[in-house]
């Protein structure tokens, strides 16, 4: 019976640590195909350096600028661009979102300029939610740890025989 017992919690010792593993694996795979698209970066084409982007509204080659002062980025599209083409991105100085200067010299070369905000608030949701299932994870395997460390001191191992000197048995803790 002994032997049963002793078997018993090491399966059990073994299915929570494929458990804890299969969570952790499963874990690391979704952080891996939800962070890629974060992490890639965008297309030379699709990019426009400060210095490009005033040298392109000096020349008349701007048709409309999205502002976006709360991520510091332009969205530019130029003169002669098909419908179908992603606005070029420009990555302004701190402040330039809303500078009045940059939105002046844009209206001074006909440029039609529009101020959006496009909230950030996924990303914020998305730190919030990865750093909820960390501590949900580690929580979850601090328990099963916890409880396999209850296992392997547990009273299964209290109650074997052992033999004395003077040929008695003593059944008491080891």
Known sequence: MTSSLHQR???????????????TASWLMLQMLTAAPAIAQ?????????GQFLKSVDAGQ????NLDPER?????????????TEPRQVQLFIGDGRDPDLIQRLRQEGVAVEVVSA???SAIAWVA?????????????LLILRRSAGV???????????????????????
């Open 9 to 23: 919690s090491r399966w059990r010792r073994t299915a929570q640590a494929t458990v804890s593993g299969v969570v």
């Open 42 to 50: 965008t297309e030379s084409d699709e990019e426009l350096s400060y």
């Open 62 to 65: 701007v048709e409309q600028v």
């Open 72 to 84: 510091g980025i332009a969205a530019v599209i130029l003169k002669g661009d098909d419908e179908e």
């Open 119 to 121: 909230g950030n608030g």
């Open 129 to 141: 939610t990865n750093t909820l299932l960390v501590f949900v994870l580690v929580f979850g395997l």
């Open 152 to 174: 392997r001191g547990g009273d299964e191992l209290r109650q074997i025989p052992c033999p004395l000197s003077d040929g008695s048995q003593n059944r008491g803790a080891v």
